[in-house]
């Protein structure tokens, strides 16, 4: 027993304890994330469609639940709190690279997106609004890519997030399972 160990006896190492790791690695990407989509919204100026912003819930759910997980993993909480906390993130990230995907196949065509933010402009209200609305209002569309690198938009890039995010939940699931 190490004498850091003696003083906290719930401390438990992060290589020692799978949901420990996973949680905290889980937050740190959760975190990382979405530090670049408030830059790229608020330093490159590229303002997030409806569907963007449907996607960064997973992480605003990510962020403080990893968190609380890796907490109570470091203090020794029951096995099933765990489970709970890591299945909860492996769900959410999971479901948030399906949200990606369909945001993806919008922006490539493969299917309409939701009529709000993609598709034909019919109801621009009338003529006295219009005027003060175009001076106020940037319309961001969900089926136009605004940025793209190696081929993939931010969607594609939150699908991929998501899914390392889930495996690793998933994984700190099945470990701690097994423990």
């Known amino acids: 027993m190490t004498t850091q160990s003696a003083a906290i006896p719930a401390f438990k190492p992060a290589a020692a304890s799978p949901a420990l790791?996973?949680?905290?690695?889980?937050?740190?990407?959760?975190?990382a994330t979405i530090a670049g989509a408030w830059f790229f919204q608020l330093v490159l100026e590229i303002v997030p469609c409806p569907?963007?912003?449907e996607?960064?819930?997973?992480?605003?759910?990510?962020?403080?639940?990893?968190?609380?997980?890796?907490?109570?993993?470091?203090?020794?909480?029951?096995?099933?709190?765990?489970?709970?906390?890591?299945?909860?993130?492996?769900?959410?990230?999971?479901?948030?690279?399906?949200l990606g995907a369909?945001?993806?196949?919008?922006?490539?065509?493969?299917w309409k997106g939701p009529t709000d933010c993609s598709g034909p402009v019919v109801n621009l209200g009338n003529a006295?609004?219009?005027?003060?609305?175009?001076?106020?209002?940037?319309v961001?569309?969900?089926?136009?890519?605004?940025?793209?690198?190696?081929?993939?938009?931010?969607?594609?890039?939150?699908?991929?997030i998501s899914l390392l995010m889930a495996a690793i939940a998933a994984w700190g699931?099945?470990?701690?399972?097994?423990?």
Do not use: M
């Not at 909860?88 to 999971?94: K, R, S, V």
């Not at 961001?140 to 991929?160: H, I, K, M, P, T």
């Open 173 to 179: 699931f099945v470990r701690t399972a097994k423990r």
């Open 128 to 138: 006295a609004d219009l005027l003060s609305k175009l001076d106020t209002v940037k």
């Open 102 to 110: 369909y945001h993806s196949g919008v922006e490539w065509g493969f």
């Open 21 to 31: 790791a996973a949680s905290l690695l889980v937050t740190l990407i959760a975190a």
């Open 55 to 98: 996607q960064r819930y997973a992480y605003y759910l990510a962020i403080p639940l990893g968190a609380l997980t890796a907490l109570a993993a470091r203090s020794g909480a029951p096995r099933p709190l765990l489970l709970a906390g890591l299945a909860i993130l492996a769900l959410a990230t999971l479901a948030n690279a399906g």
């Open 140 to 160: 961001v569309r969900c089926d136009e890519v605004q940025w793209r690198f190696l081929g993939l938009s931010l969607a594609g890039y939150n699908v991929l």
């Open 51 to 53: 569907l963007c912003l």
